[in-house]
């Protein structure tokens, strides 16, 4: 039984257009019904693989758009039901009907290949199973040869296990540094 949820492309829109690192100004609009949550968990399935889970310390649910605001915020992204990757920020919010997830605050994003990804605000497409940021980045890639590259830029797609969706798109100038012994072929 599918129980996907889908998140908001448009959401997703209007709050990139926010300052990075800041909470969605029409926030504070709570028309009709509001409930409050503590410790909450939701799980998308595939018949029994988990595909991912969110969670949090506490959200408020606004019943008017289905708008989740959340703190704490855990993702965890699953790979044939084993965790792959996982999210975590000091707060969200999340359209549990058309398709969009928001992070923002202290986002730390790695994968089980120890790459992580730090930001102030992350936006996460269910629908196109990717992230997407136009803020700052640092990412960090250790290669199995020991080396470490540390990449620091402006805007990134890239999907839910920190890899590359298609070509990488740069918006902004970025910057590499690679550390560590390099193999040289003689």
Do not use: K
């Amino acid at each position: 039984m599918n129980t996907r949820l889908l998140f908001c492309s448009g959401l997703v829109a209007l709050l990139t257009l926010a300052a990075c690192g800041n909470e969605p100004a029409d926030w504070s609009d709570e028309s009709g019904q509001v409930q409050t949550v503590a410790d909450f968990r939701l799980v998308q399935a595939e018949g029994s693989h988990r595909e991912w889970m969110l969670s949090g310390d506490s959200a408020v649910y606004r019943e008017a758009d289905s708008l989740l605001f959340m703190t704490d915020v855990d993702i965890i992204f699953y790979e044939n039901d084993i965790p792959e990757s996982f999210v975590r920020s000091d707060t969200g919010t999340s359209d549990l009907v058309n398709g969009a997830t928001v992070l923002w605050g202290n986002v730390h994003a790695e994968n089980i290949r120890s790459r992580t990804l730090e930001t102030d605000l992350l936006n996460w497409s269910d629908s196109l199973e990717t992230f997407e940021t136009d803020c700052l980045v640092t990412f960090v890639i250790p290669e199995s040869t020991g080396t470490v590259t540390t990449i620091h830029g402006r805007g990134v797609i890239m999907d839910t296990g920190l890899s590359a969706v298609g070509d990488v798109i740069v918006r902004e100038s970025f910057t590499a540094v690679t550390t560590g012994e390099l193999e040289l072929d003689e």
